[in-house]
């Protein structure tokens, strides 16, 4: 691996790492602190994408794929107030939201690249976030996948409630995602400003 990969790696696992920990600490009724974290991924991901290319971003994918099913192990060892801090479902829903929405994130930021400059990281990670969204939630809390994990009660999460708390009913595992899906997009705009600054900061090396 070069070095930009290598410092790629890092990051990445570092995302990682800090969103399995922060994802343990709630902000209100609909997000955890790991909300605020996790979408960077896509960031460190488009970076390597555009210095790289989308070889090596897959790499660094991986790197993050593996880290993630280590700290879901972990976490399935620690027990809190209501189990395993991990559940299987959550293991199972991260670790195929992570590898599809970010190798899907490097596949349309390719297909961009000769784009206008923000149109690769913006398209490709707001794709990506609904994926990693859609996919996480439904495997992790809906009552339809709880044959993944018959012994997890996900009841609360699917009882019906206005949306956000203000919308339509819903089952309320809807609403968190919704929120989620909210800062993912928020924090997608904030990561050009670090993306431009780091490609001006290459280019001008």
């Given at each position: ?198 490609i001006k900061n290459i280019e001008t090396a």
């Amino acid at each position: 691996m070069t070095r930009t990969q290598i410092n790629g790696a890092l990051a990445m696992a570092f995302v990682v790492v800090l969103s399995n920990y922060l994802v343990q600490k709630y902000l209100g009724n609909y997000l955890t602190y790991g909300a605020f974290t996790y979408p960077f991924a896509f960031l460190v991901t488009d970076l390597m994408n555009r210095l790289e290319g989308p070889k090596a971003a897959r790499k660094i994918v991986f790197v993050g794929f593996v880290i993630g099913i280590i700290c879901s192990l972990i976490g399935s060892q620690i027990m809190g107030e209501y189990g395993p801090l991990v559940s299987l479902r959550v293991a199972i829903g991260s670790g195929i939201a992570f590898l599809t929405a970010q190798l899907l994130d490097v596949f349309v930021f390719n297909r961009l690249r000769n784009r206008a400059w923000w149109k690769p990281p913006v398209f490709s990670s707001v794709i990506g976030s609904s994926i990693d969204t859609l996919i996480f939630f439904f495997v992790a809390f809906s009552a339809q996948m709880i044959f993944l994990e018959p012994a997890n009660d996900v009841g609360f999460f699917n009882e019906s409630a206005p949306l956000l708390g203000v919308g339509m009913i819903a089952p309320f595992w809807i609403s968190m995602a919704v929120a989620d899906y909210l800062v993912k997009l928020v924090i997608a705009m904030i990561a050009l400003v670090p993306y431009r600054q780091a490609i001006k900061n290459i280019e001008t090396a």
